[in-house]
């Protein structure tokens, strides 16, 4: 069995985060106690939250410096102190960027036999969850209706715009740079795709919807989520998923129109995580694999091999270079 | 009968609203049309919103410099050209700053024989209504969860906290001055209020609340509602009624914390108008009728006497110095 390797986070960002705040460094496999397994980490999930983990504590603990880097992953059991589970078993699990970590058995979720394995961390992941829930269930769409997500060639808003077309919407995008904005609108099939590098967000958005914005799937914040306020019809509702703009920021700044534009335009600005609609899951799962069936849903996922390469992934997903999902390969798959 | 006076908008305010703004004129008496009532103003309300409807449309018309300035107010019909109306009928209509005002009659609304007149335009009015839905269908409390309402001495704000009350919420007031704080408390019943003067708000606030904030009904927006959104409890609800300080400014500017910590604690924040609530009505007005009966509400007018002073009543007004629903009473009930 090879040696284990772990990132650890040598100190938290007060800034922007760099190379300088992780460290690769050689460590012992670990040791597996009583009711736990001993996993090998296949895929990890690189994640613009992963970064508001170092800000504090959010729906979770916070990183601390110190820490081996806190990551969600796809794995191997390889060793197990508990009767759920066996070697050989693929599980998700709260993890760590290493290669090799002991997890409490109780807590890892064995998966379904889908391949590619990614598609567990993409569409039929968190990414594909967050997007049909946020979507479906707090932006409550009907037919015919203008969606816009920022952050639409991400692991979430890729299948945002994708969702709303299979349910009758026009979809807008908000991304960075003219290729990125290409490839949504051709290879996802959005409606249309706006870049806010542009430097003519309000004029470009407004082009793309005419009829103004009923839904506003929201994974920045920030001053883009100020001039789309601005857009949003009476009733309109704001899915508040992330606020990736602000996590990388010293001093975050408030949209200016907040709360002003909820009190005139009656908005609902809601946020969500995917667990308060574990009961509508059957479902979500139901719909994507569907769509993805029937070719309505693309998936593309933006993979990163070798373990050592994590800060890089993470530092440049923050800064917008992904295309899909973004994973780490640690481990191929077994199969 | 009496010659008219108005009070005519001479140029929109920039920054803050001052008497300079306005000029009273004297006006011929407003000619009947067809369909047309002539309408004897008896009391004008006086709200923050009436500074909003100065800086742009929202939803209603703007009113434009050389306007007679809007106001909802309560009339005696003196004339009427259509048969819905007879003179002495007392209505409720969009009407003018202003002796008499000729409005359309279908959109005048005959009142309840409800006295004092006074009533009609607080705890049964706009007011009293904006209240109950916003904490009832907005925020949606359940007995034992703590509601927060800021302007907490003001028109709405005093019904929030005696509603949330007599719902079997804890409810804590934010108020402007000691003295203000200290009526809320002892005259209004409220739990607690904060003085938001005082120059403390977090940690007053968080002695005032200690198992965090469930529901913050805002009517001011801006810092006050930063500071609130650090205490909301996860899945709390933020009641968008009014930004009051951000009406009377130049450069507004919004809660850093937005839109992040309703992404972490998943929060919902939710703008209305009472028009939302319609269907409603009825039982507001019931429960509202029978708190005020049984003594569970308590209801204050602020009642300015003459047109002259409506301008220094809305300024006032905007500078916090009124204690629960203000109006200016421009001729005596009939009755």
Redesign the interface.
Known sequence: MSRNRQVIVRELPKGALTRDHFELRAADMPTVGAGEALVRTILMSIDAANR?WMQGA??REAVQAGDVMHTYAIGEVVEANDDGLKPGDLVAVESRWADYVAVNARRAQKLPDIRPLSHLLSVYGIAGKTAYHGLVGVGRPSAGETVVVSAAAGSVGMYVGQIAKALGCRAVGIAGGPEKCAWVTDALGFDACVDYRAGNLFKDLKSACPDGVDIYF?NV?GPV??TVLFQMN?KGR?V????VS?YDAD??????????L????????????VM?FADQDEKAQADLAAWVRDGRLTVVDDIVDGLEHAPGALIGLLAGDNRGKRMVRVAPDPA
Chains 1, 2 share one sequence.
């Open positions: 508001a959010t729906y929201d914040g989520l100020e009476e704001v508040c998923c992330g606020a602000q001093a975050p700044t408030g949209p200016r129109n907040l709360p002003g909820v009190v005139v335009k009656r908005l609902r600005m809601e946020g969500f995580i308060d």
